[in-house]
């Protein structure tokens, strides 16, 4: 299910006029905003660890530096009402709605229990995998710099695991397909 959501995810950035760049374990997508980052691992939270994990954490890394990590604390989804009308906003009532949930309480029990109507989420909102803490947008990134970013995941105690996505992404727009070419015209008379 995963894999299909986030390849329409691909396939609906693409034809916006993005560069999505498919890479090991998920997608990046690099843009005038930054550099999109999108993994196919679960939606984590502290309330309930999946195998002791319960976030993400995001290091970049540039061709000469050092790696860095880009996250303060394990992207995850949040764990009571507040935190989750804080990261959402307005966005909470509409997602309570297409969950046919009572209340934001009901919304994040059922997004806890992988309630099969909250992966539609992921469609109707490509905004609730920020939320859900399995997307990171780098604002940071320099255009026309290459990058490195790997996504770990992190246990309660700060270990963390393997890379379960790698992405190589040179930040910015990319070229547009449709500037001026160079076109040479000759008339001859016969």
Same mark, same amino acid.
């Given at each position: ?47 309930? $660890?999946?195998? %002791? ?13 050092? /790696? ?37 309480? %009901? ?18 909102? /490509? ?49 547009? /397909?449709?500037? $001026? ?10």
């Amino acid at each position: 299910m995963k894999k299909v959501l986030c390849l329409l995810f691909c396939i609906c950035v693409h034809l916006m006029g993005g560069r999505v760049v498919a890479q090991d374990g998920g997608f990046a997508l690099r843009g005038p905003g930054g550099v999109v980052l999108a993994w196919e691992g679960a939606v984590l939270s502290p309330v309930n $660890p999946i195998g %002791g994990f319960v976030g993400y954490h995001i290091y970049r890394e540039s061709p000469g530096n050092d /790696p860095i990590r880009l996250t303060d604390h394990p992207l995850a989804m949040p764990t009571t009402e507040a935190e989750l009308t804080q990261k959402a906003g307005d966005r909470v009532t509409k997602w309570i709605k297409a969950t046919r949930a009572k209340d934001a309480e %009901g919304l994040l029990r059922r997004i806890q229990t992988e309630d099969p109507r909250t992966k539609l989420l992921f469609l109707y909102d /490509p905004f609730f995998a920020e939320v859900a803490g399995v997307h990171y947008t780098d604002h940071s990134a320099k255009p026309r710099e290459t990058y490195t970013y790997r996504v770990v995941q992190v246990k309660a105690d700060g270990a963390e695991s393997a890379p379960i996505a790698r992405f190589h992404v040179t930040a910015g727009l990319p070229e547009s /397909p449709t500037k $001026p070419i160079s076109i040479n015209i000759r008339s001859e008379e016969r």
